[in-house]
């Protein structure tokens, strides 16, 4: 792996609106899966069903070799169109790998999915319960933002979306070390299901050195004026390319957060970045 290896792997690519195979699956309370085509490079997922509603959609992931690459719960998926005010169409449900919105070429190609013919990848949907006003049978099939992977270019960097938990035993200031950090390995953005404890303060510490510091409010008026984000109630979000810079997502190597709780309860962590797994050599 040499350094124009991975120039070309962020470089500009023609990305194509492509229908994928047939899903498995019948019914509510149950797991769909599509095979996806090895050998492709997958920026964006979408779901076209026949729901109503919008909290069918329990869990989406994408499954490579036996692993998760990376997966959301629809809850958090509709917390992130809120947020960020993307567009909402009836039945249609979107899992987004390169954020395009970022305006940085390499902010967006650092979180797409790179497959090789070889690989064996599985996109699988779990539905959860019937909302009140869908239908009686739901329906699914799939289509995607895709670029051939021609060169077979690796994986140089693997989007990483995920959740973790931390719990809170008290209201108080509680410290959450950020599970197998590494420098190599980016946070974009980390919200915080506030369902049994609301935050009032935040801060971003690496080792004994403080990063970041908010109050909820200064932390909320960022959002809105520096990114434009529209701040959603029972989740905190930190964007850490608030200014729309997909590269300059936070290192995660040493990296703590301190949160201002108001009671105890357990509080959900929605992941959100990328990892670089390849290297160039070093120059001797």
């Not at 090895?38 to 070799?65: F, P, S, W």
């Not at 064996?120 to 779990?126: A, F, M, N, R, Y």
Request: with cysteine.
């Amino acid at each position: 792996m040499n350094k124009s290896m991975i120039a070309r792997a962020i470089a500009k690519v023609i990305t194509s609106h492509v229908k994928l195979d047939s899903a498995t699956g019948s019914n509510y309370d149950d797991e769909w899966t599509i095979k996806l085509s090895a050998g492709m490079i997958y920026h964006r997922i979408k779901l076209l069903t026949n729901l109503v509603e919008r909290v069918a959609i329990k869990r989406i992931t994408i499954d490579v070799n036996g692993s998760e690459a990376a997966y959301a719960s629809g809850k958090y998926l509709e917390f992130l169109l809120d947020a960020y005010q993307k567009a909402k169409t009836q039945g249609i449900f979107v899992f987004d790998l390169s954020k395009f919105h970022y305006r940085t070429q390499a902010g967006v190609y650092q979180t797409q999915l790179v497959t090789n013919p070889e690989d064996d990848v599985t996109l699988k949907i779990l539905f959860g319960a019937k909302g009140a006003t869908d239908p009686v049978k739901p329906t699914l099939r799939a289509s995607a933002i895709a670029s051939d992977n021609t060169q077979r270019l690796p994986r140089i960097f693997e989007p990483k979306k995920y959740e973790s938990v931390l719990y809170a035993s008290a209201a108080d200031d509680i410290e959450w070390k950020f599970p197998n950090g590494s420098i190599h390995k980016k946070i974009q953005t980390i919200a915080f299901d506030e369902t049994e404890t609301n935050i009032s303060k935040i801060s971003v510490k690496r080792g004994g050195t403080t990063l970041n510091e908010w109050t909820r409010a200064e932390l909320d008026h960022d959002l809105k004026e520096l990114g434009g984000i529209t701040p959603q109630a029972g989740m905190c979000l930190i964007d850490f390319t608030l200014l729309g810079f997909g590269t300059t997502g936070m290192s995660t190597n040493n990296l703590k957060f301190v949160l201002t709780t108001d009671s105890a309860g357990s509080i959900k962590a929605h992941v959100d970045g990328y990892e670089q797994i390849i290297f160039p050599p070093s120059q001797g």
